[in-house]
Structures are given as structure tokens and as C-alpha cells.
């Protein structure tokens, strides 16, 4: 039976295998018991889009790869990150999604964003494509922050969604920086960069016109990426605390990694155990029905999440917030301060109002970020 396909009588009796425990469940912020409320965590659980390898789509750059099987799972890992900043900011993290019922427009033009073709803007094509930009050819695995930094090109270009998205470097959150970035009062660059539409002609499945007036608006809703190491060859014990308590925040998008060359897509954890989406497994591309509806089903992990020890996880990772208003910003920066007074929860990263003076910055020296100060004989891109 394919995991795709799994009925839900068939989940809820595989369920079981998920561990009774008096430890509460996180999921991306939200607070679950596995006593009371699993029906509540499996539902969570599959209401996240779920990308994974796909075979038949057509071809990366006409001529390149029509699967991205045994190269893609960072790529498809970054996918779900951002899919899930999506769908807060277009959805909200209260949406659910219920298998069988036709959803909100909203979730198929969120969805169409990331489907195997060309014109997707975060398709597989436009992120493998974009990472040539940044050393990585067709084809080639992707780390934790090479991925992020494609992301955030790419996102110049969905007007719809008009994300301010900031990739913090050197394990600093600079709040100065994202406040300009995000008070921004002005179209975001796609708008720009996209030629303009006829009203009745859709780009990417939205209307060119949706979300003007939200695009002058005072605050870009965010996307905050923060790329960091957290050990030389395995996690330091001291940031396992820190860690959990990202998960435990309203405005946690979760976080990428995994292990070497197998990333994962972590959005939450029990105990002493991450619980993630996998990517490896390969689907059928999709393509949209008779009726010009896309099939979904299978763009949800309907089967209990995969689990692992979190000692297991490798140190290059990237966590990933959502902050859809200023004070959701505010907030944010008030729980990273009161974490840093957590007794056993070593920083992950730093946060600061304004940015050092030593700090150089990557634009003007045209490095790869994460290259700066890199030990050469440790892979940063290790997926």
C-alpha cells in the first residue's frame, strides 16, 4: 500500500506506534497531549504540505532532470519551510486541511507555487535553477543556507505574498535590519521585476492585482531564516534546550536538516525525539484534472510522522519563523530574550538592535554567505 494513499482508518490505527507519554507534543507552537488529542496531532501533522522527490515532470531547463530522486530532499525540505510560511500568511495556522473537501481558493493558489513546473515560483525548477546562482549546479545537493538564500530570490518575485524574508548570517539576529526591511511602504521588488497583467489574467494561478492594497501596508509580513551550526560533526548537548523552545513558538516555521545527505523537515518534537517529514520517498509528478483542479492528496503525509533522537540530528541546520505583523516581531524577540535566561539553554544565536561595527557584509565582498569563516575541511553543504 503506498504511503500516499493510506486510508485514514488505516492511520488511526497505525497511529498507536506514536509514543504514550506524559511529555506534551509540539507542533510549530502549538501544545498537544497524546492522551487527549491525537486525532488533534495527526491532523496537524497532515494539514502541512508535504513535498517529496517527484519523477515525470518536465524537464529542469528543457533539457535537464525530470526527477529529482537521490539529489533533491533539501531542495523539497525548503519547499515545505516556505510552504508552510505560505499558508500562514495566506491560510493562517488554525487552517486544517480535510481529505476529500474542496478547500479555499487560497490553498490551491498556495499549492500552485510549488508544483513541478517552470513558471511555479518555487517550483523545483526555479529553486534548482536560482542555485546555480549560488555555485550549486543542476542536480547537485543543496545545504541548509543555500537553499534559504534561493528561497529568499525567489520570493522577490511572488507579489501575491509580498514577503519581507531575511536570512540572519553569523548566528545574529540584527533587529534593526529587519525592521527597515519589513516597514518597508513600497511594492516589493517582484512587482517590479513582473511584467504587468491584463486584470483578468492570472500569473502563477493569483490574480496579478490581489493584495495591492496589503503590499503598501506598513509592515511586509516575515520570513525569518536563520542559517546555523550547531557543532563540528555532531549537535553540542547545550543547544538541545534552545532548540526545543523554538518549536514551542507561535511563530515557528520549524526547521531544516536532517542527517548527512538526507535532509528532513523538522516542524516539532516529544520527549527527546524531533518529529519530522521525510521527502524520500518518490511520487508521480501531478498535473491538474479534467476539471483544472489539482490533485492534493498526495502533497499531504497522511501516515504518522517519522521520528528521531534529536542527538541523532546533524549541527548544520536553518530555523525558520513567521512573523505575519510587528508585534508578532515584538513577541518574538521578547521570547528569544527571556530564553536566554533559561538555566541549561545555550543561545543558538545571538539577537541584537543594531549591527556591530565589525560586521562586513557579504553583498559588498560578494561571498557566499556561510563561507566567510568556514573551516575548508568542514562541508557546509552537507545534503
Not at 4 to 29: N, S
Not at 221 to 238: C, D, H, K, Q, Y
Not at 321 to 332: K, L, M, S, V, Y
Request: charge should be negative.
Amino acid at each position: 500500500l503506498s504511503l500516499a494513499t493510506l486510508t485514514y482508518d488505516t492511520l488511526r490505527f497505525e497511529y498507536e506506534d506514536f509514543p504514550e507519554t506524559k511529555e506534551p507534543v509540539w507542533i510549530l507552537g502549538r501544545k498537544y497531549s497524546v492522551f487527549t488529542e491525537k486525532e488533534e496531532i495527526l491532523l496537524d501533522v497532515t494539514s502541512r504540505l508535504w513535498f517529496t522527490y517527484r519523477k515525470n515532470f518536465p524537464a529542469i531547463g528543457g533539457t535537464g532532470p525530470t526527477s529529482d530522486t537521490g539529489w533533491g530532499c533539501m531542495l523539497r525540505c525548503g519547499q515545505m519551510i516556505f510552504a508552510q510560511a505560505l499558508v500562514c500568511r495566506h491560510l493562517g495556522r488554525d487552517w486544517r486541511w480535510i481529505k476529500g473537501k474542496r478547500q479555499m481558493d487560497n490553498y490551491y493558489n498556495v499549492l500552485n507555487a510549488f508544483i513541478d513546473k517552470k513558471d511555479s515560483y518555487y517550483s523545483i525548477h526555479q529553486i534548482a535553477q536560482m542555485g546555480v546562482g549560488e555555485g550549486k549546479s543542476i542536480g547537485q545537493w543543496y545545504g541548509p543556507n543555500t537553499v534559504a538564500q534561493v528561497l529568499k530570490k525567489l520570493a522577490t518575485f511572488d507579489t501575491w505574498s509580498s514577503l519581507a524574508v531575511h536570512i540572519a548570517m553569523d548566528n545574529t539576529v540584527v533587529m534593526e535590519e529587519i525592521r527597515r526591511l519589513c516597514q518597508s511602504n513600497v511594492p516589493c521588488a517582484g512587482a517590479a521585476a513582473c511584467p504587468a497583467l491584463e486584470p483578468d489574467v492570472l500569473y502563477n494561478g493569483c490574480p496579478e492585482d490581489v493584495g495591492l492594497r496589503e503590499r503598501l501596508t506598513l509592515w511586509k509580513p516575515l520570513v525569518l531564516l536563520i542559517p546555523l551550526r550547531l557543532g563540528l560533526t555532531e549537535i553540542n548537548e547545550a543547544y538541545i534546550e534552545t532548540l526545543k523552545h523554538c518549536f514551542m513558538m507561535p511563530q515557528s516555521l520549524g526547521v531544516i536538516g536532517g542527517k548527512p545527505n538526507s535532509a528532513h523537515y523538522f516542524i516539532g518534537y516529544v520527549g527527546e525525539e524531533l518529529i519530522y517529514l521525510d521527502p524520500h520517498t518518490t511520487q508521480p509528478a501531478v498535473e491538474p484534472g479534467d476539471s483544472g483542479c489539482l490533485p492534493d492528496e498526495s502533497f499531504h503525509c497522511q501516515h504518522p510522522p517519522c521520528r528521531m533522537s534529536i542527538a541523532e540530528l546533524d549541527p548544520s541546520i536553518a530555523v525558520g519563523f513567521f512573523c505575519n505583523t510587528e508585534a508578532d516581531f515584538n513577541d518574538w524577540c521578547q521570547q528569544i530574550k527571556k530564553l536566554s535566561l533559561v538555566r541549561g539553554a545555550l543561545p543558538m544565536f545571538e539577537l541584537v538592535e543594531r549591527q556591530p561595527s565589525h560586521f562586513s557584509n557579504p553583498d559588498v565582498l560578494n561571498l557566499t554567505p556561510g563561507e566567510r569563516f568556514a573551516d575548508p575541511t568542514v562541508s557546509q553543504e552537507d545534503f
